[in-house]
């Protein structure tokens, strides 16, 4: 890995779109937080999700972290309508049709409680009458919306997705809004991890 590229972990807040200039006035991008022109978002996140994007310099380390050769791992949070049942969890665990695409299998599991997370601006609609519960779902695949279709194939639609972890990358305690350059310890394990080293 050469030290002089740049490697970023950036919490992307609600209503960002993954990219330095706005398709439409008045979106909010990358730019309006990371003061760098020469670093590309290392696959994306949709302008309704939150969480962990991975930004740089270098073409093969991005390459390596977003083909679904590699089977790199993704883990999100999904906030969803509804308590999954174990066989709605097994239904992504095996993976399903959607689209005429059928999914890799996944790890699925119901989080015992609700995650420590900053408040999400606009907050998520409430219903009193409708019980909602927080799965953890990792995929080593990204496709368009892939989380909020699986979840509502299987009949509990997401209310509010968050991306925790890239590989052993993880969130941590980067606020919305917050990034800062990967450690060396860091980019070292994650390039063994997809075979750059």
Excluded at 13 to 29: A, L
Excluded at 131 to 157: C, D, F, H, S
Excluded at 159 to 168: P, Q, S, T
Aim: include cysteine; charged fraction near 25%.
């Amino acid at each position: 890995m050469r030290l002089k590229q740049r490697y970023i972990l950036f919490n992307k807040p609600y209503g960002v779109v993954c990219q330095f200039s706005p398709s439409e006035p008045g979106h909010k991008t990358l730019k309006d937080f990371i003061p760098a022109s020469d670093v590309y978002p290392v696959g994306r996140l949709d302008h309704d999700s939150e969480g962990l994007l991975v930004l740089t310099t270098d073409g093969q380390f991005q390459h390596a972290l977003t083909d679904p050769k590699f089977e790199h791992p993704r883990t999100y949070w999904a906030h969803v309508e509804n308590v999954p049942d174990e066989a709605a969890l097994n239904r992504l665990r095996d993976g399903l049709e959607i689209n005429r695409y059928h999914t890799r299998s996944a790890k699925a599991r119901l989080l015992g409680r609700e995650p420590d997370l900053w408040p999400r601006t606009p907050p998520i609609r409430y219903r009193p009458s409708i019980p909602t519960a927080w799965i953890e779902i990792t995929l080593t695949e990204g496709r368009n919306r892939q989380v909020r279709k699986m979840t509502a194939a299987v009949g509990y639609p997401t209310l509010r997705l968050v991306r925790v972890a890239i590989g052993a990358l993880h969130i941590g305690d980067l606020k919305p809004g917050q990034w800062r350059e990967l450690s060396a310890s860091e980019l070292a394990r994650t390039a063994r991890e997809v075979g750059l080293m």
